[in-house]
């Protein structure tokens, strides 16, 4: 079945980096867009950032711009997510999904996350 | 950038009650506006894409209406699993946009 698992999560100093990682199985992942979609303890659902399907096309929030890179190795099925210069208000768990151009775009299946928080 | 406002924030119901949550785009956004679910500790569920297609396996209960910036969400009849938060999204352009969430809890 179509499945996406995230790892990487953990506790970080502020100022630090940490590089998460979605492994997907299940489907033809190179044919396919992902995203980063974070929710911090208590709070709604933001979105992170977007690959195309080939990696030709990164898209990022400006709360992460410049600190964040997306990328993705289609040889091994899985997207990353570089954070750098961390600060407390990234505490939050992260989540990978695929998006859907069948279902206008829509972000379905979405992975069971991984926890980040960033704390001294 | 567009914003998406959901209301209300929250809900309290009974089993058995017809649950409506209303979401507006601050521009049209055509029908790219899908709704999730998501349980405590859980990953967010689509349930409906294109504003009013349901998700394989979603039960019919679930129906999603609108177009442009007005859309409705609705359970007809609500069920005990059903107890979540529910978002709408919009995927019209980037950056996508999550509303605030409505809450469905238990009267």
């Known amino acids: 079945q179509v499945k996406l698992v995230e790892s990487g999560g953990g506790v970080v100093q502020p100022g630090r980096s940490l590089r998460l990682s979605c492994e997907a199985s299940?489907?033809?992942?190179?044919?396919?867009?992902m995203h980063w979609v974070r929710q911090a303890p208590g709070k709604g659902l933001e979105w992170v950032a977007l690959?195309?399907?080939?990696?030709?096309?990164?898209y990022y929030a400006d709360s992460v711009r410049g600190r964040f890179t997306i990328s993705r190795d289609d040889s091994t099925n899985t997207m990353y997510l570089q954070m750098s210069s961390l600060r407390v208000d990234d505490t939050a768990m992260y989540y990978c999904?695929?998006?859907?151009?069948?279902?206008?775009?829509?972000?379905?299946?979405w992975g069971q996350g991984t926890l980040v928080t960033v704390s001294s | 950038d567009i914003q998406m406002t959901q209301s209300p924030s929250s809900l309290s119901a009974s089993v058995g009650d017809r649950v409506t949550i209303t979401c507006r785009a601050s521009?049209?956004?055509?029908?790219?506006l899908s709704w999730y679910q998501q349980k405590p500790g859980k990953a967010p569920k689509l349930l409906i894409y294109?504003?009013?297609s349901l998700q394989n396996g979603v039960p019919s209960r679930f129906s999603g209406s609108g177009s442009g910036t007005d859309f409705t969400f609705t359970i007809s009849t609500l069920q005990p699993e059903d107890f979540a938060t529910y978002y709408c999204?919009?995927?019209?352009?980037?950056?996508?946009?999550f509303g605030q969430g409505t809450k469905v809890e238990i009267k």
């Open positions: 999904a695929r998006r859907v151009a069948a279902a206008n775009m829509a972000f379905d299946p």
């Open positions: 999204q919009h995927s019209y352009n980037t950056p996508p946009a």
């Open positions: 294109a504003a009013s």
């Open positions: 690959i195309s399907y080939d990696g030709s096309d990164k």
């Open positions: 299940g489907f033809t992942f190179s044919s396919y867009a």
């Open positions: 521009q049209s956004i055509a029908n790219y």
